[in-house]
């Protein structure tokens, strides 16, 4: 039984409320008990850690980047353009400098806690921005392309400030500057505001990145308060918020890369669809078609005895048109096995008797997704054509392991064709089409009088 939306929204609910208890929990414990608000000299660590944290938002960005570029929602331009500010800032700003061992300038620690600000406030907005962009390749060049003078004047404000800026990592036991903790409170209080936003977004629209980026956020924001209770900030120093900030990261990477992989499925899914549709239009509505005309001549006084022939005829032709469009909307929508639905269309197929199909799918070959819906159609296809046009009496179809290649193989007993027959047909084309799609190589060898042969090597 399928769940609901609603009961969907209250579990992830629910699910946050226990994360932010025991993120909360753990604050409690971290400000009572004075001994865990160490912070351990580990620049190296630190700086492996600022690294992880610059990898992965780069990869969310592209990510987002991409998810722009298919669906066009100013939603993922600004998160594009946000965890590029993040990524960015991160690897000029706090990588970059440490690479040649020395500590962090007062200059570049502040324009990378700035960047930080930058991209909280990008990210935060997400949210609540509305509609599409007419033109995605210029919108995402211009967003992305303008962190780079964004960035580069962070960098020459606080170069200029020098040595006038308080320093981020004062002795232990001093406390922090007051323009620091407002800086890390803001930052906390953007990543509240994505975290409110996300969620709501949630329960409107029930998209998954909303509530995976919902609980990123709420990871954040206890980081930031982590930074803001810590004695010192440093380049030196590794503390209990640099772990929390990674964590963050690596949910964010899971909730973009599911909607990513969710939005090309359901992209795949329409356009099967799509195509399912274009077959009845050709196929099922052609034999409606002739029924109500065979109807049409009976009403009009044709001979019974010669329309009855062509109306059953018709009407059988239709009925089976109409099995495989079911059998096709199903295995579209991932609800039939792979080698279930193949059987079930075989024996479709040769339910009337004029067709015998032997069928052998080897249990160690394993078919990816994207590959058993392409599969599936170059049998389909190959089949139907085996049937309309071949004369076979028999056929077999074959998915085996040839070494270490998977073979796809479609073998009839037909009339065979040359050549000049093939290049004219307009289901090859479909079938070559179908294996490029998933990196296949289509092959078909026929002689007249001899058979036919269709092969796909499937990737390896």
Partial sequence: MQRSSHDIYSSWLLGEILLVALLASATTLFLTNPQLQDAYVLPEVRLVLDTAISLAGGIVAILAGVRFGVEGRRIDLFLC??????AGGTLFFAVVPMLGGAPLRPSEAWAGLTARVFAAGLIAAAPFVRGRAAVR?????????????VLAFIWLVFLTIGTDLPL?????GASQPFVLTGTLSLLALLWMIALIGFGVRYRVHREDLDSWIALAAT?????ELHYVLTPQISSEYVLNGDFLRVVAYAVLLVGVWRAISFAEFGRAVAEERARVAREIHDG???????????????ESG?????????????????QQEARFAVLALSSASGTAPFDAALRRYVEFLTADGALEVDVEINRSVQLAPDEQIEVFRIVQEGLANVRKHAGARRA???????????????RDDGAG??????????????????????DGAFALRSTPGMGTLLEVTLRA
């Fill in 81 to 86: 353009g946000g965890f590029t500010a993040a």
């Fill in 137 to 149: 390749g210029r919108a995402l060049l211009l967003a992305v392309g303008g962190l780079v003078p």
């Fill in 168 to 172: 981020l990592g004062p002795a232990p």
């Fill in 219 to 223: 990871v954040a924001l206890f980081a």
């Fill in 284 to 298: 099922l509505a052609q034999y409606l078609f002739a029924i109500s005309t065979h109807a049409s001549m009976l």
């Fill in 302 to 318: 044709a001979p019974l005895d010669e329309l009855l022939p062509r109306l059953k005829e018709a009407a059988a032709a239709a």
């Fill in 396 to 410: 077999e179809v074959r998915i085996v392991q040839r070494g270490s290649q998977r073979v796809v193989l479609v």
């Fill in 417 to 438: 064709f040359d050549g000049e027959e093939l290049a004219a047909g307009q289901g090859l084309k479909n079938m070559k089409q179908r294996s490029e799609a998933i």
